[in-house]
């Protein structure tokens, strides 16, 4: 009796498993590459990064190819040069949002590159990043609003005032083009590409 429930004590764990793996695994499996990479950095943020903790709206961006800038004196004068170039690199980065988006009275349904098109909701916080090749529909505009991300772009006649904070920290996750599941993570203020990038093993 007892060799005949092993096997089916057995299957319920792996059942039991693959639920709790697919319930850490926030959002939904995509071919795309880049936004593949995108699911993958806010998974490990929302369940690893302290930074999620501190903000309830975060904005994505990416860079399809990391360049290195060191300062360089350049005929008497210190200027940034592009020193490196990691083609095999793409970085995903993801910020707390701190100034509400520009609503422009063009940015309706169907725009693109108007207003981000792109979004998904963790733990009951929204995560949001352009893609202009993704029109704006009436959901992501409807969740933008309920989550008090956007602003009339003229107020009173003028711009709203926008806040920059050098000290801001962001995670940045690069990852090997050549395989995705080998990334690292980066949690710093300095923009990206003006640090050393971390060490990955990618291959050829």
């Not at 009275?105 to 979004?119: F, I, N, T, W």
């Not at 599941?181 to 003006?194: D, F, H, P, Q």
Request: charged share 25%; net charge negative; with cysteine.
């Amino acid at each position: 009796m007892d060799d005949m429930r092993r096997p089916i004590i057995l299957l319920l764990l792996w059942f039991l498993l693959v639920n709790f793996y697919s319930q850490k695994k926030y959002i939904p499996q995509s071919t795309n590459f880049v936004e593949f990479a995108i699911y993958e950095a806010i998974t490990d943020f929302a369940d690893n990064c302290r930074l999620f903790k501190q903000d309830s709206i975060f904005y994505i961006t990416t860079l399809d190819t990391l360049k290195h800038y060191t300062l360089q004196r350049n005929q008497g004068t210190l200027e940034w040069i592009c020193d490196s170039i990691y083609a095999n690199i793409l970085v995903v980065e993801i910020f707390g949002s701190v100034n509400k988006l520009f609503y422009l009275p063009d940015a309706v349904v169907g725009s693109k590159g108007k207003l981000p098109s792109r979004y998904v909701i963790v733990k009951d916080k929204l995560f949001y990043w352009d893609d202009d090749d993704y029109p704006l529909t009436e959901e992501t505009l409807s969740v933008l609003k309920k989550y008090d991300a956007l602003t009339d772009m003229i107020n009173d006649g003028m711009l709203p005032e926008t806040v920059i904070d050098d000290s801001q920290k962001g995670a940045s996750y690069y990852f090997c083009k050549n395989n995705i599941s080998i990334y690292k993570r980066v949690v710093t203020n300095a923009a990206t590409g003006y640090y050393s990038p971390p060490k990955l093993k990618c291959g050829n």
